[in-house]
């Protein structure tokens, strides 16, 4: 009888589905998919091997992504108290970071054109700038109006500014300052004594000036010719221009409104070219300008604390008087509150998630205005919300969906409007969506799914809307291969092209990646190791493939490593081993080829001219080859091994699970291969040779084929029939479908 295998798209499935071949995904699963990438048309292709990119500056390190546009990206290396930014795979930039190397797995990012904010729960938020092409720097977010906490509610508690601008000094009534204040924003209010201009011009004039600041309103009554003119200054009233221009010839008057957004401006109204109006019951021209906001908000930055009651300030707002306010806030954020977790963008605003003294406080900016987290009640103004949950939610992630998604450690939250329309500080709603909770990884967007990892870092699940539920679910996408993870995932990256992958970095060292192409119903894990432990992974655009890098200790070494492009054009440029280079030689016959230092000491495989050498070791970064070659590819073994489940035929009197039976035949149908090996249960490796005599020279390469190979096995008679496919040399093997010729025992 024969059995055929034509997908593997479920990918490596858990020990303990042996023996459920009721199940869907048996027939496409495998006991073992090691350095094989899951494709959604259910063939299995080895993984290419790593090119070595550089040493990394300090043993422990995360890779990061910086991505300007879709041909400009940069890699970063995060280090211990640095950065290195690659571009084209070449340093182009070293420079100084906050960030010790313990603290890189809780560093958390978003990106906005060549501006990437960063936040972590033990430094201020900070922000990476790319000022020109190949240079970086790095500074502290500044922020217009920062997040704050509650207002002070105690009369007597009051604090004194000692100017209104500039370096000024703080006093407090009572104790309110500590050294973990350094660096802290406060916020303080003052009531204004003026925020109107009223004037009644009868001829050409100018009224008073008002210093402006947030909505206005502005309306003129009578019957009156001429033109009215709202004028605006910058310094302190020296220089005037014109802002907003109307006129009337004893037919018209205007009301109506704007908001200033700039610090210190002042305005005032003119009138020019006036004509008295010869009927009318009010026969000239009234005019009011109103600025309602009867409080000032100034903001400053603690530079120094001297004690409980005295600190020295500098004003990053300008301060409305300089008498005692018992109207203060405390900054959200500091050494003595903790700093943000999480970061993330929604609707055009700026969202900051769960500080160490508000866990589960999400803080969202002004409407367009990411430095403005000043509240209030206009659409546009800054919100705050706390999750209203039963337990101490810290807030683990956010992602930007349809709703802003929340993780924390123990639910999913959904933000959203209350009807269809955006956020606002009056319309906006958080409900809980599931309660599985999170780690401290960042989520995943692929395609219109969010992936993240459950807390506890073993499993990953995707948040889901489900029209049958009218609302979203998590169902865990390591359910049928539970032991892939059991190490814990450290860290994610997503692969978009050419197929949607999600890369985990596994504490053992090992990756997992889960080929993910939901609207196909793929969804299938596959295990990659090499000769050495993966700490970090990220991914870049780059054309029709994107590039994942790696970060590997190998040797005593960190290296930063690229994963080769699975299409190739012809053997020469094929690339399968790790770690490795691309070295150009001459004619000499013993040749001696340097570029591998990193490698020292270990035996490495060579491809020289689409031939495989004997294996080398590397020493004082040289190796010598067997025979004069032009394209030498150099670089670590790894072994990619294919088992499928195993068979189960339906025979006339049952199943024939846990009975004796052979396989007699194999017949492989390979693409784009070159060579492998195959067993059946207990039986010898035999070698796969993929070489047309009518195509293939006998002293050059083998072209990789697209071919169905026929092998007689000599495995015996085993109740768990198992099928085995591997490929150790540095060569591509891809695998499509597998058909086994099976006779039951008695």
Not at 147 to 168: F, K, M, Q, R, Y
Not at 227 to 246: L, M, N, P
Not at 472 to 487: K, N
Request: with cysteine.
């Amino acid at each position: 009888m024969y059995a055929t295998l034509s997908s593997f798209n479920a990918g490596e499935l858990s020990p303990k589905m042996l023996g459920r071949s009721d199940v869907s995904q048996y027939s496409k699963g495998c006991q073992t998919l090691k350095n094989f990438l899951v494709t959604p048309y259910g063939s299995a292709e080895r993984r290419p091997g790593t090119r070595f990119v550089a040493v990394a500056n300090s043993p422990d390190i995360r890779l990061v992504r910086f991505v300007y546009s879709s041909t400009v990206s940069y890699i970063l290396e995060f280090g211990n108290l640095y950065i290195r930014a690659f571009r084209n795979d070449s340093p182009v930039i070293t420079i100084k970071s906050p960030y010790e190397s313990y603290e890189l797995s809780n560093l958390k990012f978003i990106q906005s054109a060549d501006v990437m904010t960063l936040v972590h729960p033990n430094h201020p938020v900070m922000e990476l700038k790319r000022t020109a092409v190949n240079t970086f720097i790095l500074s502290e977010k500044d922020f217009d109006y920062p997040p704050v906490l509650d207002p002070n509610l105690d009369d007597d508690h009051t604090i004194t500014p000692s100017a209104l601008s500039g370096e000024i000094s703080l006093s407090a009534s009572k104790d309110t300052f500590t050294d973990e204040n350094v660096g802290a924003y406060f916020q303080l209010i003052h009531t204004r004594r003026e925020n109107e201009i009223s004037k009644d011009f009868s001829a050409d004039g100018t009224s008073d000036s008002l210093e402006v600041f947030g909505y206005w309103t502005f309306t003129t009554h009578g019957t009156w010719t001429g033109t009215v003119t709202i004028q605006r200054s910058f310094d302190s009233g020296a220089t005037w221009k014109d802002y907003r221009t109307y006129s009337s010839a004893k037919d018209s008057n205007t009301s109506t409104s704007g908001e200033e957004d700039q610090e210190n401006a002042l305005y005032r109204i003119r009138m020019s070219d006036y004509e008295a109006a010869s009927s009318g019951t009010l026969r000239l021209c009234r005019c009011h300008f109103v600025n309602p906001d009867f409080s000032t908000t100034g903001v400053v930055k603690i530079t120094a604390v001297a004690d409980s009651k005295n600190a020295a300030a500098a004003v990053i707002k300008k301060i409305g008087s300089t008498e005692p306010t018992n109207e203060w806030n405390e900054g959200a954020w500091s050494r003595r509150r903790g700093y943000p977790r999480t970061v993330a963008y929604f609707e055009e605003r700026m969202m900051f998630g769960g500080s160490a003294h508000k866990p589960q406080t999400v803080w969202g900016s002004k409407t367009n205005a990411w430095n403005n987290f000043l509240l209030g009640d206009k659409d546009d103004d800054a919100l705050e919300f706390t999750l209203a949950s039963d337990t101490v939610n810290t807030i683990c992630w956010m992602c930007q969906h349809n709703a802003l998604v929340i993780g924390t450690m123990d639910s999913e939250w959904a933000l959203s409007a209350s009807d269809d329309s955006a956020i606002t500080p009056s319309n906006f709603r958080v409900r809980r969506e599931s309660v599985f909770g999170s780690e401290g990884i960042p989520a995943q967007m692929a395609g219109d799914t969010i992936l993240f990892v459950q807390r506890g870092a073993r499993k990953v699940r995707e948040y889901v809307y489900q029209w049958e539920k009218n609302g979203y679910s998590s169902p865990d996408m390591t359910i049928l291969a539970d032991h892939i993870s059991a190490s814990g995932i450290r860290e994610t990256a997503l692969q978009q092209l050419p197929d949607t992958i999600l890369w985990t970095v596994l504490n053992s060292g090992a990756l997992a990646a889960l080929t993910y192409e939901r609207d196909q119903e793929v969804v299938g894990w596959h295990r990659h190791e090499t000769a050495g432990k993966v700490i970090s992974c990220t991914t870049i655009p780059n054309g029709s493939e994107d590039k994942l890098y790696l970060a590997v200790q190998r040797n005593g070494h960190t290296l930063i490593e690229v994963m080769q492009p699975r299409a190739f054009n012809s053997i020469s440029s094929a690339f399968f081993v790790d770690s490795g280079v691309s070295l150009t030689s001459s004619d000499a016959p013993l040749l001696a080829v340097s570029g591998l230092d990193h490698l020292n000491g270990l035996q490495v495989q060579v491809l020289a001219d689409g031939a495989v050498q004997r294996p080398k070791t590397v020493a004082n970064g040289r190796i010598s080859l067997d025979s004069p070659a032009y394209h030498v590819t150099a670089g670590l073994s790894y072994e990619s091994l294919l088992s499928p489940m195993p068979v189960e035929l339906e025979l006339q009197n049952g199943q024939s699970i846990l009975r004796s039976k052979i396989i007699g035949e194999l017949r492989l149908r390979l693409y784009s291969s070159i060579g492998g090996e195959a067993r059946s249960g207990s039986g010898s490796w035999q070698r796969i040779i993929s070489r047309d005599v009518s195509s293939d020279s006998l002293d050059s390469p083998v072209i990789p084929k697209n071919d169905v190979i026929t092998l007689n096995t000599s495995g015996g008679y085993e109740k768990a029939t198992t099928i085995e496919l591997r490929q150790t040399d540095p060569l591509p093997f891809n695998v499509t479908s597998i058909t086994a010729l099976l006779a039951p025992g008695e």
